[in-house]
């Protein structure tokens, strides 16, 4: 899979990695044990210091996501972590924020925003 | 007119340090006229072949610096945008550089000139090439005009002329007819030259009138040559070239020694780009000048050569490369060479110049001093004593066989049959007690018998070997009718007593060597010191000149005090000789020992110098611009 | 013993004109910092006081603990220099000077060599100084690299290049912090070349320190604060506790806290009563301008 980062945005680099690879595992693009570039090759991929892949690819495996084994390679989890609901939820506020205000300012209802949410959903396909 | 004149290229410091050159070579041309001229060349100014020599030295002075520096930029790329006619910027170029040309010529003929009516008179008894000057004041500017025409009329509607091999050609064969032309000036009256002046000036009249309103860079044809450097605008994406030359590049391995050695050379040695030129003009410059103090051409004509006068001169030459060389450093600072390495192609190569030029000299002096005899029977003053001009019959030896008398009041020479004479001695300095004398003189008094008891005397303490004096007079010595004695051919007492080698070396090389070292070192010290990154470029400029002006009056201010009576340096020089030569004879080993006492202090200034560069901070900005 | 380490530098190129004025910071093994600063803030003296080319006046630099003035052979074997105002020879061409380069350092490696030239197309037979400034510039980045230093120093290598260059600078840049774990401090006014290879962010200011920190941390607790300007005292402002700096612009005044966006906003709504604050992350580039522009 393609990762894209843009050095001028808001969020670190490491984070936008870190993003991008949370989305691809949870639309699916990432299915469990697939293999994810090394953190040297994905440096060079992306013209970044391997130091802040490393730093993405650490954070990952402290929460879970991926594991890394010696002399294979790096890989999604078999079993994605528990997440404790209330950390799930609090995840979801920042972004729900964004879109609400959106909306307020477009003049969309919060029926119509529902409606829209059930429809991308049926698009991931999970 | 006269703000364009300012800014003109060609007016920075490297005119000021031309005019230094030019100066520096005035005087020593001086120097080797006066001396060459007491002598029996005293007339060689009126053959053509000596007039022609006088007008090439004259004239490379005046017109040399057109090959180098700035002679091509016409202005600099900023007065492109200034609302200056062309034809208004060529014809300033032009003023400027027969003005600059004419400056040189006024330096080098003036000092010539001081230095002949100094020693005009009869006391001396020199009479100058003066009409030759005064002609060559005429001819020069008029043939200076012409060839910066000419020379500046190539690409006229460029800013600069480009650099190609064919255009220096051209520059080159415009100087050599420049000098044809003055030598046959010389020949003709003076108002021919107003010929080459009148064509000069109706030729930059034509120039100035085709010229377009403004200059252009590069000419509309692209075979005309670039003007920009790369330092000034952008060059252009090079293609990628054919993997053969790689290739070639890989298989002719790894740099050896003497390719890196060379390498150094090129970098540290050869400044950048437009001041390249300058190593390969000084470089041959300093052999000769090292030919020259080894006193080859003295001993060639019998003299004695004042070396130890032009120490301090010496020794500025060797470092006056040295500022050129320091904004290289930059260069190669960054690479794991050490400063020793460096410091090793910064003094070495002008040092081991002239150390080639004067061994070189000096085996060619040894060899002529074996094949004519050191001893002459004569009155005309070109050896150190009796000193410059003064006309004494003497037995002349080489001066180092000379005596000094501490108190003033040496003996009289007693022959065996009683006859005895006074010695004529040479206080060395007015007022001063210490004299030097010959004690082998022979007043007009005295008889050819005692002459002749000089002669042998002489070849005795020359060569170690004693002719009776009674041989030589009957079998050598020659009398005239009126009584005076002469050795009409001395070269036949050589061949007749083979094996006559001259006792000892005198030792004046090493101790030359050893103190124009000296001075060298302390030079570039004081150069260095000023070469940090804190202290302003000026101040470097201040220290060059200040250096310069301290050879310049060291040299300058012999021949001030000589005029004045104070001090006669062929006195001094024959002193030290002296001196020098009884030290190498006390010298368990001689000159021998000498030589290596030589090359431990070379050593000792060659480890100063390093130890000063190591402090040295190599001032990264605008390479190529510390006192150009 | 790290790698780079500068320690208390004070440098003044003419008397009263200081500057550095005590700069102290130092680098790990493997570390990549970039080094920012106004023009003329001192960042190429402090690059070359490493590089041993000028003697600091007090304080010292030192790589891998060695004396830039008295281990300088031995230092220059492993360090890496690039520069934009340092010339190559012109007169020499480009096969020359890689040779000197390859005879000089003896981890010197062929097959990146060979990579490197194919990359940059160079040509042996050229003269320097019939290259283009980019051409040049790359010939210098191949001689620093091609021996696989420990220490590469930077001083804005990309400085009037283009985007396609730099990015070249950049790869090479990041090949050889895989392939040999170099460190970099590199000072480069490109803020989009500085985020992507730079771990570390120190910033010089009137010859001192003004950051020093890891480039995320800068990211996620550091905030711009924007307030109206009425109503708002930029004295009371620039004296709270974690602010950095403060300007005036267009109307507004521009504040930097050192804490997130939200503490930043709950602050001002406390200390100051200001509830109108719009509060961001903060970009490297506008980070420098309000830490320049607010504090001269």
């Known amino acids: 899979m393609q990762l894209h980062i843009n050095p001028g945005d808001e969020l670190p680099i490491y984070r936008q990695i870190m993003r991008q690879i949370t989305d691809a595992i949870a639309g699916g693009l990432l299915p469990a044990g697939a293999q994810l570039p090394s953190h040297r090759d994905l440096a060079e991929q992306l013209v970044i210091a391997p130091l802040t892949v490393k730093k993405a690819y650490d954070e990952l495996e402290r929460q879970g996501l991926i594991m890394t084994q010696r002399g294979k390679g790096t890989f999604v989890s078999e079993r994605l972590p528990d997440v404790d609901p209330e950390q799930r939820r609090e995840r979801l506020r920042d972004s729900a924020q964004r879109l609400l205000s959106q909306a307020a300012l477009s003049g969309v209802s919060l029926t119509e925003v529902v409606n829209l949410l059930e429809e991308i959903q049926k698009g991931m396909g999970r | 007119m006269w703000s364009q004149l300012r800014r003109d290229p060609m007016m920075d410091a490297t005119a000021v340090r031309w005019g230094i050159i030019v100066f520096l070579n005035a005087g020593v041309l001086a120097g080797i006229m006066t001396t060459l001229a007491a002598g029996s060349a005293s007339r060689a100014f009126d053959t053509l072949l000596g007039k022609a020599v006088l007008a090439a030295l004259v004239w490379i002075s005046a017109a040399a610096f057109l090959l180098f520096g700035r002679a091509r930029e016409r202005c600099r790329v900023f007065d492109l945008a200034l609302p200056i006619p062309a034809a208004g910027i060529w014809l300033a170029h032009v003023t400027a550089l027969v003005l600059l040309g004419l400056i040189f010529l006024v330096l080098n003929a003036g000092v010539l000139m001081i230095c002949l009516w100094a020693f005009r008179s009869p006391r001396f008894g020199f009479s100058g090439p003066w009409e030759a000057l005064m002609g060559l004041l005429l001819s020069v500017p008029a043939n200076l005009v012409l060839v910066v025409v000419l020379m500046q009329r190539s690409r006229a509607s460029l800013r600069q002329i480009p650099r190609t091999l064919a255009g220096t050609a051209y520059s080159v064969l415009l100087l050599g007819s420049g000098l044809v032309l003055t030598i046959l000036l010389m020949t003709l009256p003076a108002v021919a030259a107003l010929i080459p002046l009148g064509l000069g000036l109706y030729l930059a009249y034509r120039t100035c009138r085709s010229l377009p309103q403004a200059f252009a860079l590069t000419s509309a044809k692209p075979d005309a040559g670039r003007d920009f450097a790369r330092a000034d605008s952008e060059g252009t994406v090079v293609r990628p070239a054919a993997a053969r030359e790689w290739e070639a590049f890989d298989r002719a391995g790894p740099l050896r020694s003497f390719s890196l050695a060379w390498l150094l050379i090129r970098i540290l040695c050869f400044g950048p780009s437009n001041k390249r030129h300058a190593g390969w003009f000084f470089f041959p410059y300093l052999l000769l000048w090292g030919f020259y103090m080894s006193g080859f051409l003295a001993a060639w004509r019998f003299m004695d050569l004042p070396q130890l006068s032009y120490i301090v001169l010496s020794s500025f030459l060797l470092f006056s490369y040295l500022p050129a060389q320091m904004p290289q450093v930059q260069y190669v600072e960054c690479l794991p060479i050490s400063r020793n390495r460096i410091g090793a192609f910064l003094f070495l190569p002008t040092l081991l110049l002239f150390v080639a030029g004067l061994e070189a000299g000096a085996i060619g002096a040894a060899k002529v001093q074996q094949a004519r005899l050191q001893i002459q029977l004569g009155t005309s003053p070109t050896s150190l004593f009796p000193p410059y001009g003064e006309k004494a019959p003497m037995v002349r030896v080489p001066a180092m066989y000379g005596e000094v008398s501490w108190d003033g009041k040496p003996e009289d020479i007693v022959s065996p049959w009683g006859e005895s004479h006074p010695v004529r001695e040479y206080a060395l300095y007015r007022g001063s007690r210490i004299a030097v004398y010959s004690p082998f003189s022979t007043p007009e008094e005295s008889s050819p018998r005692f002459v002749a008891f000089q002669i042998s005397r002489a070849i005795e303490a020359v060569y170690g070997v004693p002719i009776p004096y009674q041989k030589i007079l009957d079998l050598y010595l020659e009398v005239s009718a009126d009584g005076t004695a002469s050795l009409p051919d001395p070269d036949r007492l050589l061949a007749d007593f083979p094996g006559l080698n001259p006792r000892g070396e005198s030792g004046l090389i090493p101790a030359l060597l050893a103190v124009t070292g000296i001075v060298y070192v302390l030079m570039a010290s004081i150069y260095m010191g000023a070469w940090r990154a804190r202290v302003p470029d000026s101040r470097r400029k201040a220290a060059y000149l200040a250096l310069a002006a301290a050879a310049i009056a060291a040299t300058a201010g012999q021949v001030v005090l000589m005029i004045a009576g104070w001090l006669r340096p062929h006195v001094g020089a024959a002193f030290l000789r002296i001196l020098i030569f009884r030290f190498v004879r006390a010298l368990p080993g001689g000159a021998a020992t000498l030589w290596v006492l030589c090359a431990f202090v070379l050593l000792g200034a060659y480890w100063l110098f390093l130890g000063r560069l190591r402090r040295v901070e190599a001032v990264p900005e605008r390479p190529g611009a510390v006192c150009s | ?296």
């Open chain 3, 1 to 296: 013993m790290k790698t780079l380490e500068f320690e208390d530098v004070h440098y003044a190129y003419q008397e009263g004109a200081d500057v550095l004025q005590g700069v102290s910071f130092s680098l790990d093994e493997g570390e990549v910092a970039g080094l920012l600063g106004k023009n003329g803030a001192g960042k190429t003296t402090l690059m070359r006081i490493a590089m041993g080319i000028v003697g600091a006046q007090k304080g010292s630099a030192r790589i891998f603990g060695l004396d830039p003035r008295k281990d300088a052979v031995e230092m220059k074997r492993r360090v890496g220099y690039v520069s934009e105002d340092q010339a190559l020879p012109e007169f020499l061409t480009v096969g020359e000077v890689i040779r000197l380069h390859r005879r000089l350092f003896p981890t010197w490696d062929e097959p990146l060599e060979r990579r490197l030239r194919e990359r940059f197309t160079l040509s042996p037979k050229v003269k320097i100084k019939t290259l283009s400034k980019g051409q040049a510039r790359q010939v210098a980045l191949l001689c620093a690299v091609a021996h696989r230093p420990e220490v590469l120093l930077l001083d804005e290598p990309a400085g009037g290049l283009d985007p396609a260059v730099r990015r070249e600078f950049l790869e090479t840049s990041v090949r050889l912090l895989n392939e040999t774990g170099t460190t970099i401090l590199f000072s480069s006014h490109y803020m989009t070349d500085v985020e992507r290879m730079a771990g570390r962010i120190v910033m010089i200011h009137e010859g001192r320190l003004l950051i020093d920190n890891a480039l995320d941390d800068l990211r996620e607790n550091y905030s711009l604060a924007l307030i109206p300007q009425e109503g708002a005292d930029r004295r009371r402002l620039s004296d709270l506790k974690g602010c950095l700096s403060v300007r005036v612009q267009g109307g507004a005044l521009h504040a930097i806290f050192s804490c997130e966006p939200e503490r930043c906003r709950a602050l001002l709504a406390g200390e100051l009563e200001i509830h109108n604050a719009f509060c961001t992350p903060i970009a490297l580039e506008d980070m420098f301008i309000e830490l320049v522009e607010g504090r001269s």
